[in-house]
């Protein structure tokens, strides 16, 4: 098997993968005429983001052959499709049948960041514990529990930032710190899983090759064990972080732009005639 | 309103007269202006200081196989020129320069915590005498501004100098601190009203950004320092890999500090650039979000960068990938800053002023010193060119010919609102043109001999092709540049005597500073002009064409915060790095097998887990104290706090058991490292307790004297969270040395 072979011949799919992405894809569609918006291009980009994660040979290297694929999925599934399927949806006011009932616990998490916080950073130190990390492989039931605790902790951690009621969003500055701190977490797990000497995940020691891969990855693409765990530490460590200030950078952008002035005014070029020129108007 | 009412009573009150003349109201002083001050004369001492360092260098390096200095006087003098000038004269001058201006420039009358200002500044001569005491006791530290282990233990560095130099950076390090924690709360509780943050000034937004590097930063080094200086003090091996250690760490907890360091010493310079430029082109800065977005860039990306000055360590083909990708990285937010600058430039009515050409000048070098800096970003060049005269050109560009020039610009532009008097503009165009000379002839034929191979830090070099010509080259633009020094104190002095007088306004720039008096009178401002834009004497001398309101008629920022509160945060925030780098130390050596006690031999979970139970029930208690205090309990409030010290002191006992065990079991620090990194971590946080425990008494005593009735009770909420976040590391502490997680 080549790696082009391999590219091509390994993709998973997963009926009920396809069938989130259609049906939201309708439902959203159906909802707003099939008018094609900027909230829109945000949904399309997370379902695609969601479909590669988990329809592209990317699958097939984190089931079992490489951490670092587990890895980027973990990354995508938490920290990318959240957020972008959340700019997606319309801003509302905050729905009464939340505020009371059956759903007021739902609430409660909701406003109180640093329960999001711990939600979305303690996820991903919690599937990192060796035996979680170790089932989550070889359990196909766990391996699933996986994907959507994730997916939902990623929509708890980013609701205060880029949920759909405002009202319930963080300050910018606040949502600053919220995300940095969180970047702080990510970064730590990220260095101890690159220097710890022993494996995070001692699955990914010795794969089993159900499909025949392990030639290429191990000897065509030099990725030994050892040097997989450094890519997987360094995945968390460094490039997670760059979604962090993606954020950042994102409030801070949405901070300086909602006044009702511009404040950045295009100077006019006959600026140089008066000597005490400020901008025009 | 009271508490304005109230200050400005006290101002009234104070016998200027008397108290504001001779020496000792300067040593007395807790005045931002005058510590600003002290701190610029301080750093001017140990500039010149530095810079004779540097001159006895580029003697001995002016010609081949000199024998003007000994190899050993020049490793100390290379050790000493850079840890002067990095820690007693870049870093505090722009702490200096902040803390003269940014109460200036946000309209408030002082500092937040003003004392603690005075500490701050009086840190750092205690620092610099102390480095500078190990000439006298055997000399002074040779190992280089980063100390790389294991060169700098005692096996290699056998003089006292290396101890100095840890507790002198120690002791300059608590300053930094103590000042960045002071601004990050004057930024965020002290300004006048109607000063959004959004509206701020780019230079206090920038040394806004640049405080929380320092608390984030400096810890870093700190924790490295104290591991070091317990290695050779308590004869540990941290540090030596002969016993098990690892000098890599050194490295990777050194640049951590390191590389946020460079941007410390940066940001601050950007923002008087942002300063500067404007006003000498009469526009407002183009792209004022873009400036500051990019500031949190920098600052953001600075602290995932480091591992780039360690390409020629081997840390594998994955790591070089990501850090070369991340220094790469950092050049757009800087690129979008000299766009920045350089676009407000384009089109405006420039006035060359001295502070104007050290602003141009600026602009040019530091693009020159990032250029070369994204060469290192390319692993293979770094391999090629790291550790020869190449990177020493590299940093001097961005150090001197940045961020100096940058602080020469400010000196010229703000040097009239300090004293009053204008500095000579024919004294600062000699002096300009002098440095910009020397400057650049001195530095850069350096980079041509890096490019050849010779090597930084060797006290002499063979008499190869060219090297000596290109050496002397060098010196004579090093003495050059050091005239231009002199010519810049002569124009200090001279003006001080004879100067013109500057008015308030001298410049017709556009920030409250110039709203003042020059020199400002004690309170700073009578009346703090209205402000609705970023440049509010713009619009009080142009009503009929006043800026853009920025953010809306009456903005606010929407929080309100207490200066206590924010300070003690921001404290507790560099301490949580210090432990964060102790428990990554314990982690890193306690995950390898090793000889000697382990944690499972030697640690009884379930005997310290009762006196855990002890620490987590006082953070309860002290929560419950500040509950009933502001409920207006004040028995029950004496009573909880009562119960929470004795708390406190179980879990201290509970401590003090589990050490004279250990010890009774013939185990010391200098064991194996597990003993080394579990005294090094409980230690500590048994100090923080002890320290936390001497609070809760003093707290006890002004409670028993009958204080807290009326108000003042946000000094038990700060002492409250301290005490929860001394027990919240210790949770973390016992899960991971007594519990094992994460082993």
């Known amino acids: ?160 930032i880029t949920g759909p009621w405002y009202s319930q969003r963080l ?27 022993v494996e995070v995940c001692s699955i990914y020691l010795h794969p089993v090759d159900r499909l025949g891969i392990l030639p290429i990855i191990q000897d065509q693409w030099g990725l030994t064990p050892a040097k997989d765990q450094l890519l997987g530490g360094l995945l968390m460590w460094v490039p997670a972080c760059l979604i962090y200030f993606c954020g950042i950078l994102g409030l801070f952008a949405h901070w300086h732009g909602d006044s009702g002035n511009s404040a950045v005014v295009p100077q006019s070029t006959s600026t140089k005639a008066s000597k005490e020129q400020s901008h025009v108007r | 309103m009271s508490k304005a009412a109230s200050f400005s009573a006290a101002i009234e009150t104070l016998p200027l007269g008397s108290a504001y003349q001779g020496l000792y109201s300067w040593v007395a002083t807790v005045d931002h202006k005058r510590i600003g001050i002290l701190y610029l004369l301080t750093t001017l001492v140990f500039f010149v200081m530095g810079g004779i360092e540097a001159l006895l260098m580029r003697i001995q390096l002016a010609r081949p196989n000199s024998t003007f200095l000994s190899p050993d006087a020049f490793g100390q003098l290379f050790t000493m020129h850079g840890t002067t000038m990095i820690f007693l004269v870049v870093m505090p001058t722009l702490i200096g320069l902040a803390n003269y201006l940014v109460p200036l420039m946000i309209g408030a009358r002082d500092m937040a915590f003003p004392r603690l200002n005075a ?5 750092l001569p205690c620092g610099g005498l102390l480095l500078h005491f190990s000439l006298l006791a055997g000399g002074a530290p040779a190992v280089g501004w980063f100390s790389y282990a294991p060169l700098s233990e005692t096996a290699y560095a056998t003089t006292s100098g290396v101890d100095y130099w840890t507790m002198s950076l120690l002791i300059l390090g608590v300053g930094s601190v103590a000042a960045s924690i002071n601004l990050i709360a004057t930024i965020l509780t002290q300004r006048a009203p109607g000063l959004t943050i959004r509206r ?176 290192f970003a390319v692993v293979p060049i770094d391999w090629q060119v790291t550790g020869t005269y190449y990177l020493v050109a590299h940093f001097h560009y961005v150090l001197f010919g940045g961020t100096f020039f940058a602080v020469f610009a400010g000196l010229y532009y703000w040097f009239p609102k300090i004293t009053g008097r204008m500095l000579s503009e024919r004294l600062g165009k000699l002096n300009f043109w002098m440095a910009l000379i020397g400057f650049n002839t001195a530095f850069f034929v350096q980079h041509f001999l890096g490019l050849m191979g010779m090597a930084r830090r060797v006290y002499t070099y063979p008499d190869l092709p060219g090297w000596a010509l290109l050496n002397m080259i060098s010196t004579i633009g090093a003495f050059l540049l050091g005239a231009s020094v002199l010519v810049l104190l002569w124009n200090i002095i001279a003006s001080l005597r004879h100067g013109e007088p500057a008015g308030d306004n001298p410049w017709n720039a556009w920030t409250l500073e110039w709203a003042t008096t020059s020199p400002p009178p004690a309170q700073n401002f009578d009346r703090v002009p209205p402000i609705r834009s970023r440049r509010p004497l713009w619009d009080l001398t142009h009503p009929e064409n006043p800026d853009p309101i920025v953010g809306g008629i009456g903005a606010c920022d929407g929080f309100e915060l207490e200066k206590n509160r924010i300070g003690i945060v921001s404290f507790l925030i560099t301490e949580g790095v210090f ?26 979970p379930q005997r310290t887990g009762i006196y855990t139970l002890c620490l987590l029930a006082s953070s309860f208690t002290i929560w419950l104290a500040d509950r009933k205090l502001r409920a207006g309990k004040a028995s029950t409030f004496r009573w909880l706090l009562a119960l929470t010290i004795v708390l406190g002191f179980a879990f201290i006992f509970g401590q003090g058991r589990e050490y004279l065990r250990i010890f009774h079991a013939g185990i010391l620090v200098n064991s194996n490292l597990f003993a080394t990194t579990f005294f090094t971590l409980t230690g500590f946080h048994g100090l923080h307790v002890l320290v936390g425990l001497i609070a809760l008494v003093i707290l006890m005593g002004l409670a028993l004297a009958g204080d807290f009735k009326e108000g003042r009770i946000e000094a038990v909420k700060s002492i409250g969270l301290y005490w929860h976040f001394v027990d919240a590391v210790w949770l973390v502490v016992f899960l991971i040395i007594y519990l094992r997680l994460l082993l």
């Open chain 1, 171 to 197: 300050s910018p500055l606040a949502g600053m710190i919220y995300l940095f701190s969180a970047c702080l977490g990510c970064t730590v797990l990220g260095i101890i899983i690159t220097f710890a000497p």
């Open chain 2, 119 to 123: 500490l701050s500044f009086w840190l």
């Open chain 2, 200 to 375: 701020l000034p780019l230079f206090v937004w920038m040394i806004f950004i640049n405080s929380f590097l320092v608390i984030l930063a400096l810890p870093a080094l700190n924790a490295a320092i104290v591991m070091l200086f317990i290695d050779r003090h308590l004869s540990t091996h941290f540090f030596t890999p002969a016993h098990g250690g690892s000098a890599v760490l050194w490295q990777h907890f050194f640049w951590a500090f390191g590389h946020p360091e460079v941007y410390i010493m940066a940001l601050p310079a950007f923002g008087i650039i942002s300063e500067v430029v404007p006003v000498f082109a009469r526009r407002p800065i183009f792209g004022y979000e873009f400036v500051a977005a990019s500031t949190v860039a920098i600052a953001l990306l600075s602290f995932g960068v480091w591992a780039h000055h360690m390409f020629a360590v081997g840390l594998g083909h994955p790591m070089d990938l990501f850090f070369a990708a991340t220094s790469m990285m950092i050049a757009v937010p800087t690129g979008i800053k000299v766009f920045a600058w350089s676009a407000t430039l384009w089109g405006g009515s420039i006035r060359l002023t001295t502070a104007m050409l050290f602003a141009v000048a600026f602009l040019v070098q530091f693009t020159i010193g990032g250029l070369s800096g994204i060469t």
């Open chain 2, 579 to 604: 432990f964060l780098m102790l428990i990554l130390a314990y982690l890193y050596y306690n995950n390898r097998a090793m000889n000697g006690p382990t944690p499972t031999g030697m640690l009884n």
């Open chain 1, 1 to 160: 098997m080549t790696t082009r072979h391999f590219l091509i011949s390994t993709w998973d799919w997963n009926p009920w993968v396809i069938a989130i992405c259609f049906t939201s894809i309708v439902i959203y569609g159906t909802r707003h005429q099939f008018h094609f918006t900027r909230k829109a291009g945000w949904l399309l980009a997370g379902l695609a983001v969601f479909f590669l994660t988990l329809v592209s040979p990317v699958d097939a290297l984190a089931n079992g052959y490489l951490f670092s694929a587990h890895m980027l999925q973990h990354l995508l599934l938490l920290l990318v499709v959240p957020p972008l399927i959340l700019l997606s949806l319309p801003s509302t006011p905050v729905s009464v049948r939340f505020q009371s009932g059956r759903w007021q616990w739902l609430n409660w998490i909701w406003r109180h960041p640093v329960a999001t916080w711990i939600l979305g950073v303690g996820g991903m130190w919690l599937w990192h514990a060796p035996a979680l990390c170790n089932a989550a492989v070889t359990n196909e039931w766990i391996h699933r529990l996986q994907y959507a605790s994730l997916l939902l902790m990623g929509f708890a951690f980013w609701w205060p």
